[in-house]
């Protein structure tokens, strides 16, 4: 009893943000469905290691039981790894089980430690030495979490409000990496209340960037312009105006799903465009506005060029407008405006050159059948056929 109370004391705040944890998993309505029971695993696993944690450092206080003590250590050497590549495979997209091979191989090497000391030992006064390989742990460890913020990094938009939370993320990680140094082997007994504090903050600022996220294609929302263009638009230089050209046609022909994919294959033309100063926006179904902070006109045409440039490789096409100004004398609202005027002027040449040339296609397949008739009304005349058919077509 006395040791259930101890782990309760040493543990409650650890106890009380995996609770937390599970609650705001059960209440979620952002996330799917495989990405919670990860994340379930990820709250047990991190659970049971307290445990073990726990018991182990309770035995050296002991300095009993050394043979399950140097097990326990087995444990905490192996599953601090496995937390770090289950952190990966719940965080990141399209994440397969593989990433969890090298986690895997460090366990082997744990226990194998357990009959031979490469990695770990205990000597005769109780006291835990590093072996040969005492440091592959930590190297373990340190490769998968800078794997894992470079792969978050990466799929971010390059954002602020989502960059600071990766920081946040590696910041806890890198504490769990030094401070054993630091501190000392006390620090094993605050890793798991580090970790689920981390988490449990990363997945709050996780929660909230995905209110202020296009659900279909990643970019912010209407929600999150906004938000920006009434509470913080003093430092917004340039306003790019984007619409797609055709989507109708492509929902009513080949349907919504081609319509999806479309928006989708458009949409990532223009974050691949843009840096950490812009932010792309879906505002409508096929409308874009990229806002643009501290941006040069120059930056600013670049940008529109090099969207030119991705989307007409794609099969689809966009009408593109903006506006820029160099202080803040001319009016964001007006700069909206001045953007879209401009975009609606891009989409009504488009138009007009695409109606332009279907009517010289129309006219050139008119010529072609009139030539065609032609040829064989003179074929049928010199064959000396006495009735000629008819064969003129009205288009």
């Not at 109370?5 to 209440?27: E, G, K, R, T």
Request: proline share 2%; charged share 20%.
């Amino acid at each position: 009893m006395d040791v259930f109370l101890d782990y309760l004391i040493q543990n409650w705040a650890l106890i009380l943000v995996l609770l937390a944890f599970v609650v705001m998993l059960i209440i979620t309505v952002f996330l799917d469905k495989k990405t919670i029971i990860r994340m379930y695993v990820l709250i047990a696993v991190v659970f049971a290691l307290s445990i073990s944690v726990f018991f182990e450092f309770h035995l050296a206080d002991l300095n009993q039981m050394t043979n399950v003590r140097i097990v326990l250590v087995a444990i905490r050497y192996s599953t601090i790894p496995i937390i770090i590549s289950l952190i990966l495979f719940a965080l990141v997209k399209r994440t397969q089980w593989y990433v969890t091979i090298p986690a895997l191989l460090l366990t082997v090497i744990n226990v194998v430690s357990i009959f031979t000391g490469i990695v770990f030992s205990i000597d005769a006064e109780g006291n835990l030495r590093r072996g040969v390989l005492g440091y592959l742990p930590y190297v373990g460890v340190g490769a998968y979490c800078a794997f894992l913020i470079y792969i978050l990094i990466k799929q971010s938009n390059r954002q602020a409000s989502e960059i600071i939370p990766i920081i946040f993320l590696a910041f806890s990680f890198a504490t769990g990496l030094l401070f054993p140094f630091i501190i000392g082997k006390e620090y094993s007994k605050i890793f798991c209340t580090t970790v689920a504090i981390a988490l449990f903050v990363y997945y709050v600022f996780l929660i909230l960037q995905l209110t202020k996220k296009d659900a279909l294609t990643g970019v912010l929302n209407r929600q999150a312009f906004y938000s920006t263009a009434h509470n913080n638009n003093k430092d917004i230089t340039g306003v790019i105006s984007i619409d797609m050209n055709g989507l109708k046609k492509i929902n009513d022909t080949l349907g919504h799903l081609a319509g999806d994919e479309a928006i989708i294959a458009v949409s990532s033309c223009f974050t691949k465009a843009t840096k950490f100063k812009q932010s792309v926006y879906r505002i409508g179904g096929d409308e874009f506005i990229i806002l643009c902070k501290k941006t040069s006109e120059e930056e600013l045409l670049k940008i529109i060029s090099d969207i030119k440039k991705m989307v007409f490789s794609t099969r689809y096409s966009i009408s593109i407008g903006y506006s820029f100004r160099s202080d803040e004398t001319k009016d964001f609202d007006e700069m909206i405006k001045d953007s879209d005027l401009m975009m609606y002027e891009d989409k009504a040449a488009y138009y007009k050159q695409k109606e332009i040339k279907e009517e010289q296609e129309e006219k050139t397949v008119e010529v072609w059948l009139l030539q065609q008739s032609f040829f064989i009304y003179f074929l049928y005349w010199n064959i000396g056929l006495r009735r000629i058919p008819y064969i003129f077509h009205q288009t």
